[in-house]
């Protein structure tokens, strides 16, 4: 079957740095994607990663590494609004978006 | 900025039900999904619309569930009926080219309620 794992709830203080860790097992792979989701809310688009490696996005990064089908998405100089829902999503050989549970992320001042 | 709408924002049913969600997707994409999230639970694809036709659909799409494109603009989701198990978050989302990395663009959601 097919599988996306990440920890349910993590904690940061404000302006620290968090790496919220993502691994995966699907029927194919056609890129992974990491999207916020405040509560209540629909869930935004952050980051896409298809090949090896890191992709920088201002205060986010997000890398991958498919041999080991593992994926982190990076928050620098966390803020209170970080507080959200973290979720990583795989596309798989059909193309279709096979989502992780999210993990819950609470930033403390 | 062009963005997905959805309407109802809450929609609240009786159990026994139809209800027909419907979505407004971004107006020159060409994908279209709809996915459901239980209160506290992941993100569950139900299906996706291209060309006026499903092209991918999850086991949870069953016959209980359809979409239709009626118009140039509306894309909608009906629940034949509902359970108690169908109360949940739906988001619409639309999307340019599928094999791409193009993000899917999600609306705001219509939380369902069924009694």
């Known amino acids: 079957g097919q599988n996306i794992d990440q920890p349910t709830e993590m904690t940061a203080t404000e302006g620290a740095i968090v790496q919220i860790n993502c691994t995966y097992q699907?029927?194919?792979?056609?890129?992974l994607f990491w999207y916020q989701q405040h509560a209540g809310e629909a869930p935004t688009f952050l980051s896409y990663?298809?090949l090896d490696g890191l992709e920088e996005k201002g205060r986010f990064s997000s890398f991958l590494s498919r041999s080991k089908g593992y994926s982190y998405l990076l928050l620098k100089e966390l803020q209170m609004k970080d507080s959200a829902s973290y979720l990583c999503?795989?596309?798989?050989?059909?193309?279709?978006?096979?989502w992780g549970a999210g993990t819950k992320l609470i930033i403390k001042p | 900025e062009p963005e997905v709408t959805q309407t109802p924002s809450h929609q609240v049913t009786q159990m026994g039900q139809e209800v027909i969600l419907r979505c407004v997707p971004i107006?020159?994409?060409?994908?279209f999904y709809w996915y459901r999230q239980i209160l506290g639970q992941k993100v569950e694809f139900l299906v996706s619309?291209?060309?006026?036709?499903?092209?991918?659909k999850s086991e949870i799409f069953d016959d209980q569930f359809s979409v239709e494109r009626p118009d140039g603009s509306n894309f909608t989701l009906k629940i034949r009926s509902t359970k108690l198990e169908d109360s949940a978050m739906y988001f619409c989302?639309?999307?340019?080219?599928?094999?791409?990395?193009?993000?899917?663009?999600f609306g705001p959601g219509t939380r369902l309620t069924v009694t």
């Open positions: 989302a639309s999307s340019r080219p599928l094999d791409t990395s193009y993000e899917q663009y």
């Open positions: 107006s020159n994409h060409l994908y």
């Open positions: 619309f291209y060309n006026n036709e499903i092209s991918e």
């Open positions: 699907t029927s194919g792979f056609n890129g």
């Open positions: 990663n298809v």
């Open positions: 999503a795989v596309k798989d050989s059909n193309y279709q978006l096979i």
